[in-house]
């Protein structure tokens, strides 16, 4: 998987981050393992292991799960410009989110997801973003008016103050604040499951924000703190903190 293909997916994925603080956590390990390795075919793997899993048990953890994995996927796709298979699986994923929508316990999960599918179609045409841009803010208000205390909105609120020009409420420096907030409640419980692996992407997403206003000290600290969780964390230990630490000395 190359560098530009990685970091797509990492950027995209800030949109719709599941398990938050008050649901439970059905993380998929081979998924995990996937992303530290930067290894699709793990990943892959993992999604048809999800897929099985709630064939033969349709929890909705797993559900959410899988919907997650396959957005990661989704992105992938989309990075390497492979359109025609991310509209089959984007039509996989709106399913998944309808029936997700159908358990209470996940709805701001479920708000988060259909912010996706504007991200989506904005990826497969750009030329939408004008349209679909105000829709997806929209959307991202009803996932806030439900889920204030969840990971996964505060990261989705992270992702459009960084990416939406000021005029409109852009701001870097609230974005990071709001990273720091995902990882608070991700950590609200006490303790992250082993294999949360959009905990280590939050810390990613942070760094990277840093590092682009030029707090390469904070981006670094980012970055070391995710290698501390993960220590085979193959991006952050080969690219992403070398390449910081260069521009500190």
Not at 99 to 111: C, H, I, M, N, V
Not at 140 to 163: F, P
Request: glycine share 8%; hydrophobic share 40%; charged share 25%.
């Amino acid at each position: 998987m190359t560098r530009r293909v990685i970091l797509f997916i990492i950027m995209v994925l800030a949109l719709p981050a599941v398990f938050g603080a008050v649901t439970e956590d059905c993380s998929s390990c081979t998924i995990y393992k996937g992303y530290i390795s930067g290894n699709m075919e793990m990943w892959k793997k993992g999604m048809q292991e999800l897929q099985g899993q709630y064939r033969r048990d349709p929890e909705s953890c797993t559900l959410c799960t899988l919907a997650e994995a396959r957005y990661g996927y989704i992105g992938y796709l989309i990075g390497r410009n492979e359109k025609d298979l991310a509209r089959t699986q984007i039509d996989i994923f709106n399913g998944e989110i309808e029936q997700l929508a159908k358990f209470p316990e996940y709805r701001a999960e479920t708000e988060a997801f259909r912010v996706a599918m504007f991200g989506f179609r904005m990826g497969l045409n750009p030329a939408r973003a004008m349209t679909l841009g105000p829709k997806a803010l929209k959307q991202l208000e009803a996932a806030m008016a439900v889920g204030k205390n969840s990971a996964v909105v505060w990261i989705e609120k992270a992702n459009s103050e960084a990416h939406m020009p000021s005029f409109a409420g852009g701001s870097k420096k609230k974005a990071a604040a709001s990273f720091r907030e995902a990882l608070k409640l991700f950590e609200a419980g006490g303790s992250v499951a082993p294999c949360n692996w959009r905990y280590l992407n939050t810390m990613v997403l942070l760094g990277q924000l840093l590092e682009e206003t030029g707090d390469n000290n904070g981006a670094r600290d980012a970055y070391r703190r995710a290698l501390k969780r993960a220590p085979d964390f193959q991006w952050v230990r080969d690219e992403l903190l070398p390449e910081v630490e260069k521009k500190l000395k």
